[in-house]
């Protein structure tokens, strides 16, 4: 329940009129939170002048006061860090700290949602990382197989993919290190969970952005996604149910190589209306 100090309040309305769903009006010249339509999205407690709004629901230890220093990025440095980003396939031989995956996912958590739904979750890979690498690269070398076998004008498409699903599997079954074309070695699995693609996708990329000022490195495993997909043996073994989608697959560890500059890009397509 969200709730209004009526002592604190001073009947600003700047609650009232940020509020999305309308869920806030003036009684006696306080705020009142009338906790029908509201979401949650904390809006009130953001906007209060007099830190008046608190809700029961969640931790109010996670509210910070804004100052500028704490808060503001220059544009300029952040639009280079974007642009520096690579993926990282080539990993040292070190552990990532869960201190620094624990901070990876908080910026997945702080991240918006539909309808604040918060609808997404975590699962962290480290110990049973090479169970999941057989489990994978079989379930991919199950899939390549079948498309080999059943060579169609539409699987034609894919079939370079299809030969290598295979290759890795059987590359990683001679030596699993130095065959690893799946996870390279990375000590550590970070895997966004969501019903929602969009939710899981922005909590995914703000983690990209955490992992990279951590000094870590990661790249998004396709597929991985594509073979557990409908994979009950994979499912079950990271205890999800079949009504679960995993939206990303952040494979991280600490990068073994330096780039130097960033890359060019295509244009981008602007329509101006």
């Not at 409908?230 to 494979?251: A, H, R």
Request: net charge neutral; charged share 25%; proline share 2%.
């Amino acid at each position: 329940m969200m709730k209004v100090d009526k002592e604190k309040c001073i009947g600003c309305s700047l609650c009232i009129n940020d509020c999305i769903v309308r869920d806030i009006n003036l009684v006696d010249g306080k705020a009142n939170i009338n906790n029908i339509t509201c979401f949650k999205c904390g809006h009130c407690i953001a906007v209060c002048p007099k830190n008046a709004v608190s809700t029961d629901e969640y931790n109010m230890d996670d509210v910070k006061d804004y100052n500028k220093e704490a808060f503001e990025i220059d544009e300029d440095n952040l639009l280079n860090f974007i642009k520096y980003r690579r993926s990282i396939r080539n990993f040292k031989n070190k552990d990532v700290e869960n201190e620094k995956l624990l901070k990876i996912i908080e910026a997945g958590r702080f991240t918006q949602t539909g309808s604040n739904s918060q609808d997404v979750s975590y699962i962290v890979i480290k110990d049973g990382i090479d169970n999941l690498r057989e489990m994978t690269l079989e379930s991919l070398s199950q899939m390549g197989q079948g498309i080999l076998n059943n060579l169609t004008e539409e699987t034609m498409k894919i079939k370079t993919y299809a030969e290598m699903w295979v290759q890795m599997y059987e590359d990683c079954k001679v030596d699993p290190k130095k065959g690893d074309r799946l996870f390279f070695n990375a000590p550590a699995v970070v895997l966004v969970v969501s019903n929602s693609q969009v939710d899981g996708a922005l909590a995914s990329s703000n983690m990209e952005l955490m992992t990279n000022a951590l000094g870590l490195g990661t790249f998004f495993s396709g597929f991985f996604i594509r073979a557990a997909q409908g994979n009950k043996k994979i499912m079950d073994y990271l205890g999800l149910d079949e009504s679960k989608q995993i939206v990303t697959c952040m494979v991280i560890g600490y990068p073994n190589i330096k780039y130097l500059r960033t890359t060019p890009r295509k244009n981008a397509e602007i329509i101006w209306r």
